[in-house]
């Protein structure tokens, strides 16, 4: 990723990606082929490879960032993950 935007301003350090945490129970997704994690605020779309002994229905711990809000109403929030723990 660079630190310049299309027309050569210079992000502010401001906009640099934020890790979050989430907790939850690891869900199928609406749409085929992703897992989401049901949380007290809604669910949550997991994106990208992660390795895990999580099985579905199991309370977890996501480490992640958060990806940009889908165009369509189809798909949830979701998190580009980079850590999944079962709790």
Do not use: C, N, W, Y
Not at 8 to 19: F, H, M, Q, R, Y
Not at 54 to 63: I, R
Not at 71 to 86: D, F, M, N, Y
């Amino acid at each position: 990723m660079s630190d310049v935007q299309e027309f050569g301003e210079p992000l502010p350090s401001s906009d640099a990606l934020t890790t979050v945490t989430r907790r939850g129970k690891l869900m199928p997704a609406r749409r085929g082929g992703v897992l989401e994690l049901e949380t007290e605020e809604g669910h949550v779309e997991l994106l990208g490879p992660f390795a895990s002994t999580a099985e579905l229905g199991d309370e977890v711990e996501v480490v992640g960032v958060p990806a940009p809000e889908p165009q369509t109403t189809e798909s949830a929030p979701g998190i580009l993950v980079q850590h999944v723990r079962k709790l």
